[in-house]
Nanobody, 127 residues
Framework: QVQVVESGGGLVQPGGSLRLSCTASGFTSDNYAIGWFRQGPGKEREGLSCINLNDGRTYYTDVVKGRFTISGDNARTTVNLQMNNLKSWESAVYYC????????????????????WGQGTQVTVSS
């Protein structure tokens, strides 16, 4: 059974940084992608970034490009999301998810493309 677990959330001041980690287990494929998402109160789940652990390609949505960095290690099945210069409106529950059927190259940030999700970790950006 696939399990996905996030960690690293917390309280940070506007302009500050946090690093989230995602660990996935319970599968044997080397061809998979990990995506990071967030969902604020009353909002839809929003894709942020993803990484294909088979070819190493990454993708960032415009809202986080230049501020967030995704990195991963296939051997350890752990993916980190370094978030810098956080804004107050980015307070949300952050989720990671795994896709065991990624595209041939790279990855996508559409939540529908992901199979198993973590429980989420709260990020609060506030002074």
């Amino acid at each position: 059974q696939v399990q996905v677990v996030e960690s690293g959330g917390g309280l940070v001041q506007p302009g500050g940084s946090l690093r989230l980690s995602c660990t996935a287990s319970g599968f044997t494929s080397d061809n998979y992608a990990i995506g990071w998402f967030r969902q604020g109160p009353g909002k839809e789940r929003e894709g942020l970034s993803c990484i294909n652990l088979n070819d190493g390609r990454t993708y960032y949505t415009d809202v986080v490009k230049g501020r967030f960095t995704i990195s991963g290690d296939n051997a350890r099945t752990t993916v980190n999301l370094q978030m810098n210069n956080l804004k107050s409106w980015e307070s949300a529950v952050y989720y990671c998810a795994i896709s065991l059927t990624p595209p041939s190259y790279g990855c996508r940030t559409n939540p529908r493309g992901y199979d198993d999700w973590g429980q989420g970790t709260q990020v609060t950006v506030s002074s």
